[in-house]
């Protein structure tokens, strides 16, 4: 077995017995299996990014970096707001790598933007203000980091969205459903802390956190390694 194959074993197992300690909550078991997620998940990207750019892979390890550093900080939030604040501030630092990286990772393209990356794009806008306007009276001195956090992850999403038909359609689909994991992981996350929490909450906001993350990383080696992207080939020239 070779180290990357032991490094996807060992992220595997690290999941499942971290989904396990959410779920029958084990504070000490998650303590100690949470802060192993994304450095497993960062040695795998290291060990498969020899085609990346080297400004990317710079990029998309800084993200996971950071967010690892808000997993572990999260984890007092009980504690002190401090800490809350603190872990919205890796993660918001994350979602800036990951957003910039993802305006890298896209070829030049003359087609216009389709109908439904422009609907896809309104979407997202809709949503956003739509959960500033659930979480808005709950809040309370929490409304511009909030606000803030939000703008960064729906503009993480967009970046992933523009690159429909720029690139390979494994690369689009691994990353642009990993942003899509990010922001559902965030809303259960924002809906739990600041309105109640609902049943599994922090097992199924780590289902798609996990899966967020994963998708993003396989999105962005799928698009050195997939299949070439969609390319207009020119009318033909030849003798008739």
Same mark, same amino acid.
């Given at each position: #077995?070779?180290?990357?194959?032991?490094?996807?074993?060992?992220?595997? *197992?690290?999941?499942?017995?971290?989904?396990? =300690?959410?779920?029958?909550?084990?504070?000490?078991?998650?303590?100690?299996?949470?802060?192993?997620?994304?450095?497993?998940? =960062?040695?795998?990207?290291?060990?498969?990014?020899? =085609?990346?750019?080297?400004?990317? +892979?710079?990029?998309?390890?800084?993200?996971?970096?950071?967010?690892?550093?808000?997993? %572990?900080?999260?984890?007092?939030?009980?504690?002190?707001? #401090?800490?809350?604040?603190? @872990?919205?501030?890796?993660?918001?630092?994350?979602?800036?790598?990951?957003?910039?990286?993802?305006?890298?990772?896209?070829?030049?393209?003359?087609?216009?933007?389709?109908?439904?990356?422009?609907? %896809?794009?309104?979407?997202?806008?809709?949503?956003?203000?739509?959960?500033?306007?659930?979480?808005?009276?709950?809040?309370?001195?929490?409304?511009?980091?909030?606000?803030?956090?939000?703008?960064?992850?729906?503009? #993480? *999403?967009? #970046?992933?969205?523009?690159?429909?038909?720029?690139?390979?359609?494994?690369?689009?689909?691994?990353?642009?459903?990993?942003?899509?994991?990010?922001?559902?992981?965030?809303?259960?996350? =924002?809906?739990? +802390?600041?309105?109640?929490?609902?049943?599994?909450?922090?097992?199924?906001?780590?289902?798609?956190?996990?899966?967020?993350?994963?998708?993003?990383?396989? @999105?962005?080696?799928?698009?050195?390694? @997939?299949?070439?992207?969609?390319?207009?080939?020119?009318? %033909? +020239?030849?003798?008739?």
């Amino acid at each position: #077995m070779n180290t990357r194959n032991l490094i996807s074993v060992l992220f595997l *197992l690290s999941i499942g017995v971290h989904l396990w =300690a959410v779920g029958v909550d084990n504070p000490e078991l998650i303590h100690w299996t949470k802060p192993l997620l994304m450095p497993l998940l =960062a040695f795998y990207f290291w060990l498969s990014s020899k =085609a990346v750019d080297k400004s990317v +892979k710079v990029g998309i390890l800084a993200a996971l970096v950071f967010s690892w550093l808000g997993d %572990s900080l999260l984890m007092y939030q009980g504690k002190a707001e #401090m800490y809350f604040l603190l @872990g919205l501030g890796a993660f918001l630092v994350a979602q800036i790598m990951y957003a910039f990286n993802f305006a890298q990772l896209k070829n030049p393209s003359k087609k216009k933007m389709e109908w439904r990356t422009k609907f %896809s794009v309104g979407l997202l806008v809709i949503f956003y203000f739509f959960m500033l306007y659930t979480l808005w009276n709950f809040l309370g001195n929490l409304k511009v980091p909030v606000i803030l956090y939000g703008a960064c992850l729906v503009g #993480m *999403l967009l #970046m992933a969205v523009i690159r429909k038909n720029r690139t390979n359609e494994t690369s689009f689909s691994l990353l642009f459903f990993g942003a899509i994991a990010f922001l559902v992981s965030d809303s259960m996350l =924002a809906v739990s +802390k600041f309105v109640g929490p609902f049943p599994m909450a922090g097992f199924w906001v780590m289902v798609t956190y996990i899966a967020a993350q994963a998708l993003i990383v396989q @999105g962005v080696l799928a698009h050195y390694h @997939g299949e070439p992207s969609p390319v207009k080939k020119p009318a %033909s +020239k030849g003798r008739r």
